[in-house]
């Protein structure tokens, strides 16, 4: 079964960082795109980085950029996001999500979600 | 950016109606365009992809179609398991923008 978990969200203070996790298993991790998705409860879908099979081409969202850090770890099936001098706007959902190819961007598979909360 | 105007906001409908759900894209995206379901408290699932490709596993009364900046997602006969909000989302251009929704719920 193609899957892929989250890990790593949590309460942070503003300002601070924080780094989330996403361990993918029941395909070839190193064929397809990555990106991370994040949802503030109850709103709608945002994307926030993504990443090509061999790390060729990132992306950013604006609202994010240069304060997240998008990678991958092909050898251990693992994507990651760097996440910081995070702001209270933060505070969502991220999803993991496997591009339908390898550089698609149609977000084919999602994980289940891991929550950041920002608050002080 | 390429935005994505979604209507209507909430769309009530029984079971067995045809509902319709429209995508409009701020310029040309060509057929680059994706639909998710998403139900509350669950991840979303893509639907439909290049307007009109059907994911795999997905049941044949969703549909897509396109009109070159307005596209529309059609659930031919509503059934209880279809009551959830849908997106739609554009892979043309960056910033690979979502519109804000549309909450299918019963009337």
């Known amino acids: 079964e193609v899957q892929v978990v989250e890990s790593g969200g949590g309460l942070v203070q503003p300002g601070r960082s924080l780094r989330l996790s996403c361990a993918a298993s029941?395909?070839?991790?190193?064929?397809?795109?990555m990106h991370w998705v994040r949802q503030v409860p109850g709103r709608g879908l945002e994307w926030v980085a993504g990443?090509?099979?061999?790390?060729?081409?990132?992306g950013y969202a604006d609202s994010v950029k240069g304060r997240f850090t998008i990678s991958r770890d092909n050898a251990k099936d693992s994507l990651y996001l760097q996440m910081n001098s995070l702001r209270p706007e933060d505070m969502a959902f991220y999803f993991c999500?496997?591009?339908?190819?390898?550089?698609?961007?149609?977000?084919?598979?999602w994980g289940q979600g891991t929550l950041v909360t920002v608050s002080s | 950016d390429t935005q994505m105007t979604q209507s209507p906001s909430t769309l009530s409908a029984s079971v067995g109606d045809r509902v319709t759900i429209t995508c409009r894209a701020s310029?040309?995206?060509?057929?680059?365009l994706a639909w998710y379901q998403q139900k509350p408290g669950k991840a979303p699932k893509l639907l439909i992809y290049?307007?009109?490709i059907l994911e795999d596993g997905v049941p044949s009364r969703f549909s897509g179609s396109e009109s070159a900046t307005e596209f529309t997602l059609t659930i031919s006969s509503l059934q209880p398991d279809d009551f959830a909000t849908y997106y739609c989302?554009?892979?043309?251009?960056?910033?690979?923008?979502f519109g804000q929704g549309t909450k299918v719920d019963i009337k």
């Open positions: 999500v496997k591009d339908i190819g390898a550089h698609d961007y149609v977000f084919h598979v």
């Open positions: 990443i090509t099979w061999n790390s060729g081409t990132i």
């Open positions: 310029q040309s995206i060509s057929s680059w």
């Open positions: 290049q307007a009109s």
């Open positions: 029941g395909f070839t991790f190193g064929d397809y795109a």
């Open positions: 989302q554009q892979y043309h251009s960056p910033q690979w923008t």
